[in-house]
């Protein structure tokens, strides 16, 4: 009996001691989203306009942290397609940042004072991935004074991937890159 009795304290000793062990782990494995899931056409869902307003992503690199480029344009209920901006972006690496945050920049190519490269910064946008699932992509500003209001999107891969408008340039390689 009293064997038993002494097994029985010497596992639940042992169970005690495996799951403080377990729990108090640091785990250095953050699960952060795939960032190779920004590729693609993406509607903002939480708009107030008419025509849909979809943002297309393309990548260059597929190898390292995402970047690459980006045109909005505006899809009628016709399918009539009206260009609106074009970018380049980039995702920063969440573990190289301070608090681990996903930070995606974006520079507005045909900015009206882009070529003036004292005002370059006032052409860009910068933003926090909140949330990136292969359906679902949430951005939050990431500027001091500005909107904390969260953009949503769904992915459309319904869509077809629309030409590139004829006023634009093709000198632009980022926008060139394959989709």
Not at 137 to 159: A, H, Q, V, Y
Request: hydrophobic share 35%; net charge negative.
């Amino acid at each position: 009996m009293k064997k038993r009795i002494l097994d029985l304290v010497t596992l639940v000793g042992l169970v005690w001691l495996c799951s403080f062990a377990i729990v108090s782990c640091d785990d250095k494995n953050v699960d952060y989203p795939d960032t190779k899931l920004i590729k693609g056409q993406w509607q903002l869902i939480d708009n107030n306009i008419g025509n849909l307003l979809i943002y297309s992503f393309t990548a260059v690199n597929e190898t390292s942290w995402p970047w690459g480029g980006l045109t909005t344009y505006y899809l009628s209920a016709d399918g009539t397609i009206t260009y609106d901006k074009r970018y380049t972006w980039h995702v920063s690496d969440p573990a190289a940042d301070n608090n681990g945050k996903i930070r995606m920049d974006l520079t507005w190519l045909d900015a009206p004072d882009a070529s003036d490269s004292d005002k370059i910064w006032e052409a860009a946008e910068y933003y926090i991935i909140v949330k990136l699932t292969p359906s679902e992509m949430w951005l939050r500003p990431d500027s001091k004074g500005g909107s904390n209001e969260i953009m949503k999107f769904t992915r459309r891969d319904d869509l077809p991937v629309p030409p590139k408008p004829q006023v634009w340039s093709d000198k632009n390689a980022v926008l060139n890159s394959p989709q």
